[in-house]
């Protein structure tokens, strides 16, 4: 049983593009992450929001409380945005991420 | 970037052998948690801390004990490691818990033959 799905798994654009991961999740949270896992392995957060929309840069993260449904886009994307995206929830006091989205930007 | 570092980066160990992995940190935040990451899986929560000698258990808990006796160390501990034990730990702190940003460490690769 999985608490946290995305998709796609693998996505593949052109640079820029503008790109939509999508989080959809089972369970009542209180906050949704988007983390970003770079080649290397080494994991960044880039966003924590529990509701509405956030705004970082070229990316932007929107949930939908009611439907619980998360998006992250980038706009006009880049080669160095190749990474790993990774939504997670907490509910209670317990967190559970997704499998990860694996982008790859073509120059 | 938040000083957080795990040690070994690297291990190889035997099946049966006790192994403790640690995670420090320089940050002085209250929470920290350990993580590890399987393809198919995503990452799992095993154990995390809200304080001194304050831990409980995650969604992963069996076979992996912890202890924090100092704010900047958070010790996972494997008391007879198994190959299903194989896997990425990754470490990460915050300071208010689950509601507020994590900060991951660069992770540690452990396979168990």
């Known amino acids: 049983k999985n608490e946290v799905e995305q998709s796609p798994q693998n996505l593949t654009a052109q640079e820029g593009e503008f790109i939509t991961i999508n989080c959809s999740y089972s369970?009542?949270?209180?906050?949704l992450h988007w983390l970003q896992q770079h080649p290397g392995g080494g994991i960044v957060s880039l966003f924590m929001?529990?509701?509405g929309k956030k705004k970082h840069g070229r990316l932007i993260a929107t949930i939908n409380i009611q439907e619980k449904h998360s998006s992250l886009h980038i706009t006009a994307s880049h080669p160095r945005d190749s990474a790993v995206y990774i939504c997670a929830v907490r509910t209670g006091n317990q967190f559970y991420f997704g499998t990860g989205t694996s982008l790859t930007v073509i120059p | 970037d938040a000083g957080i570092t795990q040690s070994p980066r690297h291990k190889v160990t035997e099946t049966g052998t006790p192994v403790t992995l640690r995670c420090h940190q320089t940050e002085n935040h209250r929470y920290m948690y350990w993580y590890r990451q399987d393809p198919g899986h995503g990452l799992r929560l095993i154990h995390y801390s809200y304080g001194v000698k304050d831990t409980d258990k995650g969604e992963v808990s069996d076979g992996y004990s912890v202890s924090r006796s100092k704010t900047e160390d958070f010790l996972l501990t494997l008391e007879s490691a198994t190959s299903s034990q194989t896997s990425v730990y990754f470490c990460a702190i915050s300071e208010q818990g689950f509601t507020d940003t994590q900060y991951f460490g660069p992770g540690t690769r452990l396979t168990v033959l």
């Open positions: 929001l529990s509701s």
């Open positions: 369970v009542g949270i209180s906050a």
